[in-house]
């Protein structure tokens, strides 16, 4: 039971345009969001986070849409360069409202940003 | 502030036997997460540990087993080694608030290979 899916395994772009990366969730008590980027032989990277009381947050190139109703978040990078071309995560939480102490976390999206 | 720090940084064993995997959290954090990464499955979750008790476990055998000592630093342990447990064991670090609300700080993880 794939709580978290990112429907798309790769995705393409090119410098300076801007990258959409998606995120499908099917447990309405998750109430926190992140997103991690993750590069060949390192381990993920925290990047950018969301609370369910939101519907978006910004922090730099980097922001997050939250749609409840839709049950989808979604990451978009603008502009996009070469630097962002890595594997990026979504993963959700239900701590806050039912106290669990684990994240879900999607398959991921690899992003690649062409020159 | 020095990183998580995952040893080994890979390991090669043979079906049947044993190991042992060894995480160092960020200093001052008492919160360590253990997840298992596969091709295609994203990033599982094993178990989380706070103050040496374990406060969730995932969905994995009795085989994959953790502890947390005193210092925070924990152990994860998998026996009788099967061909399908060949993957990146990633240990993630938090304050303990932080794992409810947001960042979790991840070692660049053990890379196990079973044959």
């Known amino acids: 039971d794939q709580q978290v899916k990112q429907n798309s395994p790769s995705l393409s772009v090119q410098e300076g345009r801007i990258s959409i990366l998606n995120c499908d969730y099917t447990?309405?008590?998750?109430?926190?969001f992140l997103w991690y980027k993750k590069y060949p032989a390192e381990g993920p990277t925290f990047l950018i986070s969301?609370?369910?009381?939101?519907d978006k947050n910004e922090d730099g190139r980097f922001t997050v849409f939250l749609n409840k109703s839709a049950k989808h978040l979604s990451l978009h990078i603008v502009p996009s360069q070469p630097g962002d071309s890595a594997v990026y995560f979504c993963a959700a939480s239900a701590g806050g409202t039912s106290g669990t102490y684990k994240y879900i976390f999607g398959t991921g999206t690899r992003l690649k940003v062409l020159a | 502030k020095a990183g998580v720090t995952q040893t080994p940084r890979y390991l090669i064993k043979t079906r049947g036997q044993q190991v042992t995997l060894s995480c160092s959290p960020i200093s001052g954090h008492r919160s360590v997460s253990w997840y298992q990464q596969t091709p295609g499955q994203g990033l599982q979750f094993l178990f989380e540990y706070f103050s040496e008790t374990q406060r969730n476990k995932g969905n994995f055998p009795g085989r994959f087993s953790g502890r947390q000592f005193s210092n925070s630093r924990s152990e994860m342990n998998v026996s009788t080694l099967e061909l399908g447990d060949s993957a990146l064991y990633l240990c993630a670090s938090s304050s303990g608030q932080d794992v409810i609300w947001g960042k979790l700080f991840f070692g660049s993880g053990t890379q196990l290979s079973v044959l």
């Open positions: 969301i609370s369910s009381i939101k």
């Open positions: 447990n309405s008590m998750f109430d926190y």
